[in-house]
């Protein structure tokens, strides 16, 4: 099979995610295993939106400690592991998701750790080993300062999640040879924000990496006012890159093309 991206919400920060202007539901990576990262509020909702059964999930994924990465984890969690009736599948979250660090976290509770089969504290430069993937552990410069992003590695190409940072060449460097990067783009031009990119970082990003494809994702409230297809297209006639901006349950198809799909193509 292909591997294939399902994006169950594309908005991120406080007031999208209050608001639900987006949904915030996180992403799913099929590619023989099905992974879900970050599923934040309306995961579960947005799952059954795209069709996907939650006890089909083998691996669970959160960044770090903040409600729009974290919010329905224990839900998706006891769906993979079929209603808590087996111990199944993979948790892996930075310490503060899995431990708790200083004042954050932990928000996964003691009793859903007893329900999949392992649970992996992950650090910058760990790397996680499933049937079909292997996932590189990256770091983020965040206000939770245990924040990880994820590399997938799959027959199809590197896929890298580039979870809530603010922009240094160092961050960028770690996803060279990525053929889809997908980042969290909260705020439009150059309105940045602390430990968050905005539209003119990402330009700095994609000059380095040169993915065949880039595709913002965790937009802010003002961002999707704005309008962030303007945005994309901004960054492609800057860079000369592909680049897109996510729509909530929009699918990625990747063999020797890409091709985007889902609601309104």
């Known amino acids: 099979m292909s591997t294939r991206i399902t994006f169950l919400g594309t908005g991120g920060g406080r007031h999208a995610t209050i608001y639900q202007t987006r949904g915030t539901g996180g992403l799913v990576i099929d590619s023989g295993d ?3 990262i970050d599923p934040g509020p309306s995961a579960a909702a947005n799952m059954k939106a795209a069709g996907f059964d939650p006890a089909d999930t083998d691996c669970i994924l959160v960044s770090h400690c903040h409600p729009d990465h974290y919010a329905e984890a224990e839900v998706m969690i006891e769906g993979m592991c079929k209603g808590c ?6 948790v892996a979250g930075s310490r503060s998701v899995l431990d708790g660090a200083d004042d954050i976290g932990p928000c996964i509770s003691r009793y859903h750790k007893t329900l999949a089969s392992k649970y992996v504290t992950v650090r910058p430069g760990d790397t996680l080993g499933l049937d079909h993937i292997r996932i590189d ?7 939770d300062p245990t924040t990880v992003g994820f ?3 799959t027959e199809d190409g590197i896929i890298s999640y580039v979870s809530d ?4 060449d160092r961050i960028a460097d770690q996803y060279v040879g990525s ?3 997908i980042l969290p783009v909260t705020t439009p031009d150059d309105r940045r924000i602390s430990y968050h990119l905005c539209t003119d970082d990402t330009v700095r ?3 380095r990496i040169k993915p065949e494809l880039t595709i913002f994702t965790h937009m802010g409230i003002y961002m999707v006012k704005v309008g962030p297809e303007a945005q994309a297209e901004k960054v492609a006639a800057v860079t000369g890159c592909r680049v897109v901006a996510g729509r909530d349950l929009m699918t990625v198809d990747l063999g020797k093309d890409i091709r985007i799909g889902g609601p309104g193509v």
Request: glycine letters at 4%; hydrophobic letters at 30%.
């Open 179 to 181: 053929r889809v990067l």
């Open 85 to 90: 009736s087996e111990r199944y599948g993979i």
């Open 165 to 168: 940072t603010s922009y240094s």
């Open 137 to 143: 552990v990256t770091a983020s410069s965040h206000s």
């Open 151 to 153: 590399r997938f590695r």
């Open 34 to 36: 099905r992974i879900h």
């Open 205 to 207: 990003f994609i000059e």
